[in-house]
């Protein structure tokens, strides 16, 4: 009978022992689950983002015809006056809330940046 052969302990990540080395071997778990995290949810705004706007386009398009026909009169520049405010809200919320998100973790949300436009950008 032969013994087996002991398996050799892999490399470390940097043999140097640098210390640019150590804090990117520290940092990578964040960045991949980051990234990981980023790409589906790119995805998935991706995908409920054209079910939104095909549901609006629908909407809008029965609306359309329901006022050809007579049927409903709509007051667009009272719906521009209503939805107005929530617009503006949403954009100037949205925008501290995204440089918070940016500020925040930065390895992380670097990662979860590039990952999301990655998501943004697939073909499913």
Do not use: C, K
């Not at 939805?83 to 949403?90: I, M």
């Amino acid at each position: 009978m032969t013994t087996p052969t002991p398996v050799p302990d892999p490399p470390p990540l940097d043999p140097a022992g640098h210390p640019l080395g150590d804090a990117l071997s520290a940092l990578l778990p964040d960045l991949s689950v980051g990234a990981l995290l980023g790409f589906a949810t790119g995805a998935a705004i991706r995908y409920v983002g054209r079910v939104a706007l095909i549901g609006l386009g629908v909407l809008f398009i029965t609306l359309q015809l329901l006022a050809y026909f007579e049927l409903i009169s709509v007051n667009w520049l009272r719906v521009q006056a209503i939805t107005e405010p929530w617009l503006r809200q949403g954009t100037e919320q949205g925008g501290a809330w995204l440089t918070r998100l940016l500020t925040a973790n930065l390895p992380f949300a670097g990662a979860f940046t590039a990952g999301l436009l990655l998501g943004l950008r697939i073909r499913v």
